[in-house]
């Protein structure tokens, strides 16, 4: 699976867009860029994925760039619930998929 | 529906001692996966389940842990005896089949304090 790079934290105010980036330059061409974060305490939770195209769902936006070599994950409206830990993860799909996960990017938003 | 359930919460024990975790997956879910995080890092793999059969336990230290899923259902993670290093979260995870890896469900997570 590829490696990913991602910024150890953030910062947002509550109200405004987060948009956390990604770095994965050696992805493959079969392979998605998974979205998951992990609040305090709790385990990981898969928010969003993309192969090429960019995804809406009611959690958040993925915008992959076209070379696929990076990609942003946005929360249009952040508030202090999605205050945690989200990991960009890449894998293929199917039975030899595998989460891998770094460390992440810790977002903190803020009143 | 309910969520990936695991218990205890937490444990608290000495080296060398054993400890047992245990995991009810979502309603029928094939996988289950058995993830250590340690304090500061992302959940790390070690052992995946289809049904009661082992898809990967590559990165399961095998001299010490261990894991069963008899029925396929629920699932119990051993360590056996445990090292202060053993001490994490230890989280488990499930998903619909090996088709939707990608897309797992949590559950809270044991936390192992090792003195």
């Known amino acids: 699976d590829a490696k990913t790079t991602q910024p150890t934290s953030m910062d947002c105010a509550e109200g405004r867009a987060a948009n956390l980036p990604c770095n994965h330059s050696t992805i493959s061409g079969n392979e998605y860029v998974y979205w998951y974060r992990q609040i305090h305490s709790q385990g990981p939770q898969y928010i969003i994925h993309g192969l090429k195209n960019n995804e809406t769902n009611e959690m958040a936006s993925l915008i992959i760039t076209e070379d696929r070599k990076s990609s942003t994950l946005i929360l249009p409206h952040a508030t202090l619930r999605d205050t945690a830990v989200y990991y960009c993860i890449v894998s293929v799909t199917g039975t030899a998929s595998k989460l891998t996960f770094g460390t992440g990017t810790r977002l903190q938003v803020t009143l | 529906e309910a969520g990936v359930a695991q218990s205890p919460r937490y444990k608290i024990i000495e080296k060398r001692q054993s400890v047992a975790f245990w995991c009810n997956p979502i309603s029928g879910h094939a996988t289950l996966y058995w993830y250590q995080q340690i304090l500061g890092q992302g959940p790390k793999l070690l052992i995946q389940?289809?049904?009661?059969?082992?898809?990967?336990d590559s990165q399961l230290p095998k001299d010490r842990f261990s894991a069963e899923r008899l029925k396929g259902v629920d699932s119990t993670l051993k360590i056996q005896p445990a090292k202060l290093e053993d001490s994490a979260v230890y989280l488990c995870?499930?998903?619909?089949?090996?088709?939707?890896?990608?897309?797992?469900?949590f559950g809270p997570g044991t936390r192992l304090t090792v003195l």
């Open positions: 389940f289809q049904n009661n059969g082992v898809v990967d």
């Open positions: 995870a499930s998903s619909l089949d090996l088709s939707t890896v990608s897309t797992q469900y």
